[in-house]
């Protein structure tokens, strides 16, 4: 996707907005739009970057927007609540018992013979360490709007782009840690992962890039939000950390599709908290 600072087409823009929300930025900058027009090709002719991103960033914040900064507290205790929970039944450190892998899950009890209370306090130990990661990105999302003027939100929930900066689009896209796979390659060299990690960020993002699923593979611009450190990180902590990202560093990058050996091309972003 291009960048859209000067200029958009019409397909970037329904990226952008529903039709609900096209006309109602069209009605909060004046610029007329009849019920027989189309407001995504009204938008394109009308495009004003700055204009744009100020009404859009107000919409986005309001009450009930897709980032209501008044419900930034509750998503905060919410996170809090969730944490609390696991750690009376599971310690301290909170852990994917199968990810995404349920099937493999369920196989590997059924031929266990694994016991019903075993197998529930499973589930329910992945369950809140998936809603933990939920309520952890929510945060992440919203404080990040909120908090940097610069970021032009879109108002739909589009897959491959949740907002732009300077007229570049991003994926926003959460991770537990690097990556087993890096993990494991870093290791094998005798080299510790998170120095490695540290040191050459764009490692990570090849290794995230070469190890996605395939069913959801991307090769978008993506900003990877990525946790190093094992254990809950506090709300302060993880609002000190999401304070101090930059957004003005990205990497180019080539990484090859393991399914199809194809290279691709794309630029991303690696911040850690």
């Not at 099937?103 to 266990?112: A, I, L």
């Not at 090859?256 to 691709?264: A, H, L, P, Q, V």
Request: hydrophobic fraction near 35%; proline fraction near 4%; charged fraction near 25%.
């Amino acid at each position: 996707m291009a960048n859209i600072l000067y200029s958009i087409n019409r397909k970037t823009v329904m990226k952008l907005y529903t039709k609900r929300d096209a006309i109602r930025v069209l009605n909060k900058l004046s610029i007329p739009c009849s019920k027989k027009e189309d407001p995504f090709m009204i938008i394109m002719n009308n495009w004003d970057y700055e204009k744009f991103r100020i009404v859009t960033r107000e919409i986005a914040l309001s009450i009930n927007g897709k980032y209501d900064v008044t419900q930034l507290q509750h998503l905060l205790d919410k996170r809090t609540t969730t944490f609390d929970e696991y750690s009376q039944s599971f310690g301290s450190t909170p852990e994917w018992v199968f990810g995404n892998d349920w099937d493999t899950f369920s196989k590997n009890h059924y031929r266990n013979n694994t016991p019903k209370d075993i197998f529930l306090g499973d589930v329910w130990k992945n369950q809140l360490a998936s809603n933990l990661a939920r309520e952890t990105s929510k945060v992440m999302e919203l404080f990040l709007v909120m908090t940097n003027e610069e970021i032009f939100p879109t108002l739909k929930n589009s897959g491959g782009v949740d907002f732009f900066f300077k007229g570049n689009p991003w994926d926003w896209k959460a991770s537990k840690g690097v990556g087993k796979k890096f993990i494991a390659e870093q290791e094998k060299l005798g080299k510790n992962p998170k120095d490695i990690a540290v040191s050459n960020p764009r490692l990570v993002a090849k290794s995230l890039y070469e190890n996605q699923s395939e069913d959801r593979f991307g090769c978008e611009p993506r900003h990877f939000i990525i946790t190093l450190n094992e254990g809950f990180i506090t709300n302060e902590q993880l609002l000190e950390s999401l304070s101090s990202i930059n957004f003005d560093d990205p990497i180019n990058l080539t990484f090859k599709r393991n399914k199809t050996g194809e290279s691709y091309t794309t630029t991303c972003l690696v911040s850690y908290i």
